[in-house]
């Protein structure tokens, strides 16, 4: 780890978010708490950089601000003021010039009109809920966003020396085996590009959703809590519909726990970011689908060939049956 960027403040701008993907609670809950859809709530620049200069005097070790809010470029007017104040007051020396930002936004933000503003006012990392890579899995979550606009995006920010780091979503409720292959291809790829990968196996389920109001079926597990004889029962990951994908993902269950304590166990004592995680998910649904079909699509061969695939396939075999957590911890 770069123990430089450990000196980094959080702030929080916005109230919430209002994009509305159907396993998400952020917009449900005020909807639930004031009986209607609350309007966001927002600071405005000149707000904003008090408060970065607050920090600055405070604590002069800082050097990065993450914008916590859930779309930090959700007002095109607030995001473009944003940069072009930044710029200034760097040029001015009201800011350090070595100081950086890190935010959340959505993919249709970022244009060819703003991305030079946002690399010139010291953006180096921009989070990205991208989820999948298929328009049948994004319009089934409501993810506003067209398919297409991925890949050139993530060329644009990449051109302009920024990190675009991606979350995204493996099994889903609605997704087909086209789906989970196409996503496996293409979540491959944006590594590949050189955007960080967050990927998460399965969808969390979430009281307050619209996938949990709709009654989407739920993988229970049961939980003991720790330090009393008590457990409870509690939903552990949204299952797919389509039969095919659910047999897929039963395989996956099964070895994705045994095939990560034996990455772990090769990678003890060294540090491992999230894209190692990432590729281990991926290397996973790819023996999952072997597994299950007896070959690998062809889409899919550069990440785990055949022969690998045959030999990791006895190996997981002979290892006793594990579990793993919501964080990621084999038991």
Not at 131 to 147: A, C, G, I, M, P
Not at 278 to 295: N, P
Request: proline share 4%; glycine share 6%.
């Amino acid at each position: 780890p770069n123990l430089e960027e450990i000196n980094t403040f959080r702030l929080s701008t916005s109230s919430h978010c209002n994009m509305g993907c159907n396993f998400c609670t952020l917009s449900k809950l005020r909807e639930y708490v004031c009986n209607t859809p609350s309007s966001i709530s927002t600071l405005d620049s000149s707000h904003i950089f008090s408060l970065i200069q607050a920090v600055i005097k405070s604590y002069p070790t800082c050097n990065q601000i993450l914008f916590v809010d859930d779309d930090f470029f959700i007002s095109k007017e607030r995001g473009m003021d944003f940069c072009q104040r930044a710029i200034n007051m760097k040029m001015s020396g009201q800011l350090p010039q070595n100081l950086r930002f890190m935010c959340s936004t959505h993919i249709n933000r970022i244009n060819e009109e703003n991305i030079d503003f946002i690399a010139q006012a010291g953006f180096k990392v921009l989070s990205i809920g991208v989820e999948s890579t298929s328009q049948f899995v994004l319009d089934s979550l409501n993810k506003k966003y067209r398919v297409e606009k991925v890949l050139p995006t993530t060329r644009l920010i990449i051109s302009r020396e920024i990190k675009p780091y991606y979350t995204l979503i493996l099994f889903t409720p609605y997704g087909r085996r086209d789906d989970l292959i196409s996503d496996i291809a293409g979540f491959k790829l944006l590594g590949e590009m050189g955007a960080g990968l967050s990927i998460e196996p399965y969808l969390i389920p979430l009281k307050g959703t619209h996938l949990s109001e709709i009654g989407v079926e739920e993988r229970i597990r049961k939980v003991d809590i720790k330090g009393t004889k008590k457990s409870l029962y509690k939903g552990f990951a949204w299952l797919p519909m389509d039969k095919e994908v659910r047999g897929i993902f039963d395989v996956f269950e099964k070895i994705y726990p045994k095939y990560r304590k034996l990455r772990m166990d090769q990678a003890a004592g060294t540090h491992q970011e999230k894209n190692w995680q990432a590729q281990v998910i991926l290397e996973a649904a790819v023996l999952a689908l072997f597994d299950t079909e007896g070959e690998i699509p062809l889409e899919l061969g550069h990440i785990v060939s055949p022969d690998k695939a045959t030999e990791m396939m006895k190996t997981l075999r002979e290892m006793p049956s594990l579990d793993v957590d919501v964080v990621g911890t084999v038991r």
